[in-house]
């Protein structure tokens, strides 16, 4: 039985565009606060995340969606916890159900843009 590997082989050039996407996700994430209502920050954190990775995946045009965004969903989860715990426990001491959200969102993220482009607007699962 052949082994599934949850890789995802990128090339340079859509490593740049990741980068610069969490960026622009992080940087909301900061600045939120300031011009979105507490009650509805975790619901546009997460629409916010899928929409920055639907615009990856219309840029890159990958081969395999769906493995992509199983990767890139194991990959910013890796990526938002370490920088939760550095944040928010080393440094802050102050771990709040938000960052389990913000975790979340990253997780979920992937998956609701493969679902939304692919099975909503391709029709094509």
């Not at 899928?50 to 990958?62: H, S």
């Not at 938000?98 to 909503?120: E, R």
């Amino acid at each position: 039985m052949k082994r599934r590997s949850l890789y995802y082989k990128l090339k340079p050039r859509e490593y740049v565009y990741l980068i610069l996407l969490m960026v622009i996700g992080y940087i909301f994430t900061i600045t939120q606060k300031y011009y979105i209502p507490e009650i509805i920050r975790p619901i546009t954190l997460i629409i916010v995340f899928a929409g920055i990775f639907m615009v990856y995946y219309k840029i890159i045009k990958p081969e395999d969606m769906k493995k992509l965004s199983n990767y890139f969903a194991g990959l910013t989860f890796a990526i938002v916890s370490v920088i939760v715990i550095i944040q928010h426990i080393i440094i802050k001491f102050d771990l709040t159900y938000k960052a389990g959200i913000i975790i979340f969102a990253s997780y979920i993220a992937p998956k609701i843009a493969y679902f939304i482009l692919k099975v909503v607007i391709l029709k094509n699962p």
